[in-house]
Nanobody, 123 residues
Framework: QVQLVESGGGSVQAGGSLRLSCALF????????MGWFRQAPGKEREGVAA???????TYADSVKGRFTLSQDDAKNTLYLQMNSLKPEDSATYYC?????????????????WGQGTQVTVSS
């Protein structure tokens, strides 16, 4: 059974940085796509950054140039380095994964989800 365990959330001031980690357990396939989504109160869950079909990295326009997605295959861990954080980045961040990779970053294409980690950016 796949488990995704996130860590690294917290509170920072605007302009600060955080790094989120997502450890994958129970993975048994040959391909697996992972990504980060976020959800702020009263808003829909949105994609932040993900590895999609073909191993392509994709980012939301709002985070391009500030966030960097990376993975450590040896540790089965996905990272999201978040720099130049803004108050509008505040949300619960979820790690997601799927054995069947979609071509774009959509929540419904990911069947496995972590418990979420809170990121709060103050102005």
């Amino acid at each position: 059974q796949v488990q995704l365990v996130e860590s690294g959330g917290g509170s920072v001031q605007a302009g600060g940085s955080l790094r989120l980690s997502c450890a994958l357990f129970g993975y048994t396939g040959s391909t697996y796509c992972m990504g980060w989504f976020r959800q702020a109160p009263g808003k829909e869950r949105e994609g932040v950054a993900a590895i999609v079909l073909g191993g392509r990295l994709t980012y939301a326009d709002s985070v391009k140039g500030r966030f960097t997605l990376s993975q450590d295959d040896a540790k089965n861990t996905l990272y999201l380095q978040m720099n130049s954080l803004k108050p509008e980045d505040s949300a619960t961040y979820y790690c997601a994964g799927a054995y069947y990779c979609g071509a774009i970053m959509r929540p419904r294409d990911f069947g496995h989800w972590g418990q979420g980690t809170q990121v709060t950016v103050s102005s």
